[in-house]
């Protein structure tokens, strides 16, 4: 009787192998190994070489502008987006878009930190969305300076303690961060970049599974962003808002029974376990961030801009419209408007806008000076260079 041939773990039946397929000595096999690692090590040498060879020309380009200089004086944000640019219309794979740019902006990052790294603010503590964003942006070869709330990140940088700041301005699911809007009223800082961050949010914890849940401690926002899947699968357990996901990680860390939602980060920086992964509603879920410095920046070839404006009596007919008109007359799109109230008196109104374009490019410089014309309150917060990935 002919013997069947052996199932595999899914059941499927294996084909026999036969006489006729060819068999590589293992000796040969052995051999193309390490001829394969060799070649490695040949390109890992000229990878470094190379490495040092950039990096030797970051630094006399550095010195060219200023031998005394700072880092921050060094950094060039529109720069660093056409190189991000190109990097992207070079790679032909097999590595990722994502990883490539990873890859460079950690170059960059290394180069520019030769004398001294960038010192960047971020709503912290350890662990928090806020700073993966900063890593994202700036790579890891950065000075990152954790604070309690958006007010002290902008105060911070104007003051010169921090370099940039790096503060949330939006998410997909839950809109807009008022409280970062409502800084840009009163604070010269500018917008110097924009950053688009995947959220991934988590449930962690040191208990093991969902019964053993008693509170869930978040960031309001990620409280919201997962508020469909708590009320199917926790719809009885408390959820208390606290000021950080890291901060609802570490009470997960000290208190029994507490859960946390947040981040991979903070799981590993408060020894959490991940109980359930990807709660989040959304499965697009990404938060904006911006990085707020104290100049303008030139611009980068694909730019985006932020106005604040005000149109003075906001209840009289077509207020709103003259300040679009001279957008919609040259084809400019805006991609966001938000209205947030002035401070100065009730029912006092300012509009935030993004516009495509620099402002020292046409067709949006054409359109901010007949703008002025029509706003009673005008101010350019910041042109900077669109979010790469």
């Known amino acids: 009787m002919k013997k069947k041939a052996p199932k595999d773990k899914a059941g499927v039946r294996r084909k026999a192998a036969t006489s006729s397929e060819p068999v590589v000595p293992q000796a040969e096999k052995t051999t193309a190994l390490l001829e394969i690692r060799k070649q490695i090590d040949s390109v890992d040498e000229r990878i470094q070489s190379l490495l040092n060879e950039r990096a030797g020309l970051a630094k006399k380009v550095g ?47 290394a180069c520019l930190a030769q004398q001294e790294p960038l010192k960047i603010a971020f709503l912290g503590p350890e662990g928090t969305f ?84 008693k509170r869930i401690c978040s960031h309001q926002q990620s409280l919201a962003q997962c508020r469909s899947w708590l009320d199917e699968n926790l719809p009885g357990v408390e959820r208390i808002p606290v000021s950080s996901n890291a901060e609802g990680a570490r009470r997960a860390r000290d208190e029994v029974g507490t859960a946390a939602i947040a981040g991979q980060a903070a799981a590993e920086v408060y020894g959490l376990t991940i109980i359930v992964s990807n709660i989040e509603d959304q499965a697009d879920n990404t938060t904006r ?35 679009l008109e001279p957008f919609a007359r040259r084809n400019i799109s805006l991609t966001r408007i938000e209205s947030r109230p002035s401070k100065r008196k009730k029912w006092d109104y300012v509009f935030f806008i993004d516009a495509e374009g620099h402002v020292e490019s046409e067709p949006l410089k054409s359109a901010l000076n007949d703008l002025k014309e029509h706003a009673s309150l005008f101010r350019i917060l910041g042109s900077y260079p669109r979010a790469v990935l």
């Open 289 to 323: 961030f911006f990085v707020v410095g104290r100049k303008l920046f030139n611009p980068s070839g694909h730019d985006r801009t932020t106005l604040m404006l005000s149109a003075g009596d906001t209840d009289s007919p077509g207020a709103l419209h003259r300040l």
């Open 130 to 213: 806020s700073q993966q964003a900063v890593f994202k942006h700036f790579g890891h070869s950065v000075r990152a300076l954790p604070l309690g709330t958006i007010n002290e990140v902008f105060h911070e940088v104007q003051a010169g303690n921090a370099d940039f700041g790096v503060v949330p301005i939006e998410n997909s699911t839950e809109g807009m961060v008022n409280n970062t809007l409502d800084m840009f009223i009163t604070s010269p800082l500018k917008i110097c970049g924009e950053i688009e961050l995947r959220i991934q949010q988590h449930l962690m914890g040191k208990v093991q599974d969902l019964a053993k849940v």
């Open 63 to 109: 010195l060219s502008k200023n031998a005394e200089g700072k880092t921050v004086d060094f950094y060039r944000p529109e720069r660093e987006a056409q190189v991000l640019r190109s990097v992207l219309e070079r790679n032909k794979g097999p590595l990722r878009n994502e990883e490539v740019v990873r890859l460079f902006r950690e170059i960059m990052s």
